[in-house]
């Protein structure tokens, strides 16, 4: 007998069995959900109704499943960033709007760590600034520390929906200092590694305006490098 798929009704109530118990405070970041069969008895459903509600609440980010463990609340809510890729392709989002939307998101952001940064954050950030100046001679390595930095930043803020959209945003902008990152000289590299210390001194020194602009004048400078890249690989493609 072919099974039967389950309808959006019995789907529904899945997604509303999961709300309740996350209302009620039985479900909180990094909890597993009950076993499909534990949940399928207490909904009252089958185990393919529970699947197709749990892939509906995966596509929604509020659960994760992990291959061999089954299925959990994310420590950090996650904005998936595939959708806007694909929006990025299809309307053709340029390189100035990418970073416009990263400088109005991460000069926030520095300005609320300021304010509200613990010594975990100031230590986890300034490791990441170490490591910037240990790496000047591996381009991608830089890159990675550099990307690190600005989400233990966001992290700083405290906030985490601007936590998780300078992650969503970030990953736009990714692949494409990838490929400028081996070009980079060392002396670009040591300009950019002093202007996250400087970002990172303004927010220990828990002064606002002073991480905004120091913030603010790193993207700055780095958009206008990733347009001299852009120039210069155009005139170099016959």
Sequence with gaps: MEERRPSEDSTDQVIAHVRTLIDRGELRPGHRLPAERELATQIGVSRPTVRAGLRALSAMG???????AGTFIPEMPALESEPLSFLAALHGFTREEMYEARR?????AAGLAAE????????????????????????????????????LVA??????????????????????????????????????AEMHRHVY?????????????AMNEHLLSSSAYQAEEEIRQEERTP
């Excluded at 700083?156 to 990152?181: D, G, H, P």
């Design 201 to 213: 001194q303004a927010i220990r020194a828990k002064d606002p305006e002073r991480a905004m602009a």
């Design 104 to 108: 109005i998101l991460e000069v926030g």
């Design 62 to 68: 509020v659960v994760r499943t992990r291959h061999g």
């Design 155 to 192: 992290a700083a803020s405290a906030n985490q929906i601007v936590a998780a959209l300078v992650e969503m945003v970030a990953k736009l902008y990714y692949e494409r200092r990838r490929q400028t990152a081996e070009r980079a000289t060392g002396r670009n590299l040591h300009d950019a």
């Design 116 to 151: 509200r940064a613990t010594s975990e954050d100031l230590a986890s950030i300034s490791e990441e600034v170490a490591n910037l100046f240990a790496t000047m001679d591996d381009p991608q390595a830089f890159l990675v520390h550099d990307i690190r930095f600005h989400r």
